[in-house]
């Protein structure tokens, strides 16, 4: 390690040069592109590419507390202060005691509904290995929840009841299956995103079942075909699956 305030000098240096066209203001870019080119005063080895793009703008005005120094700031003027403050073994013991909660007791641990909240319990998705079931069920957890309603990952109908929820809901993706890759591709080379080349169709079925007497409320096939990833193509999938049951319950 090196000694404090001491910083290791590079052999090497690199060599930024910047290219301006147009007599313009600078501001904000809603689009741009930096290329990076590596190379050594020679023909080119490697070049990097990397597109940004605004995809929210707001003129709201910022909240002052975000500008202010938060409450108990000190300054510094060196490293060394900084490690005269923080006692590792402190540190580690605390972050060792938040972690002894047993896998019982978060298990057995109540989850209080309030009154006049309906509350869904979410399956883990089923029918496709390619796509991460744990995620795609916490996923969907949170989508639904909002206003009165509240969603829960739950294993089974048992623990289901047991969290006091008035609905499950469980979901099977039936078929995931590549689309044609030759309008995405055309699209990816215009815009520079390699990723805008994929688009899944989506084939999924969704079954919401009131708990109370076994009633189903809403049964659903869905066959769409989306753009981006297969887990991309699958989140979207159940966007439009949250907004049905929501509107079934609602």
Do not use: W
């Not at 509240?150 to 289901?160: G, H, K, P, R, S």
């Not at 008035?166 to 995103?193: H, M, P």
């Amino acid at each position: 390690m090196m000694p404090p305030n001491e910083r290791q000098k590079p052999d090497c240096q690199d060599k930024f040069v910047t290219h301006r066209s147009g007599k313009g203001k600078l501001g904000f870019p809603l689009a741009e592109t930096r290329t990076i080119i590596m190379g050594n005063s020679g023909p080119q080895t490697s070049n990097f590419e990397t597109p940004l793009e605004t995809i929210e703008l707001s003129t709201e005005k910022l909240d002052s507390m975000l500008l202010e120094i938060p409450p108990g700031y000190i300054e510094t003027k060196n490293e060394s202060d900084l490690q005269d403050k923080f006692d590792i073994k402190d540190m580690m013991n605390q972050a060792i005691n938040n972690t002894t909660i047993s896998q019982e007791d978060i298990a057995t641990s109540p989850k209080e509904k309030k009154q006049g909240i309906i509350r869904i319990g979410v399956y883990v998705p089923q029918g496709d290995d390619q796509l991460p079931g744990a995620e795609m069920q916490q996923y969907l957890e949170n989508i639904l929840k909002g206003g009165n309603v509240d969603a829960i990952a739950v294993a089974n109908e048992e623990e289901a009841k047991k969290y006091n929820c008035d609905y499950s809901l469980s979901t099977e993706f039936v078929r995931i299956k590549q689309a044609s890759k030759v309008g995405g591709l055309l699209k990816a080379i215009k815009n520079s995103d390699p990723n805008a080349a994929s688009s899944f169709n989506i084939e999924s079925n969704f079954i919401l079942t009131k708990l109370s007497d076994g009633s189903v409320k809403l049964q659903q096939n869905q066959n769409e075909k989306y753009e981006g990833s297969a887990e991309g193509a699958a989140k979207k999938s159940l966007d439009e699956e949250s907004s049905a049951v929501l509107k079934a319950i609602k």
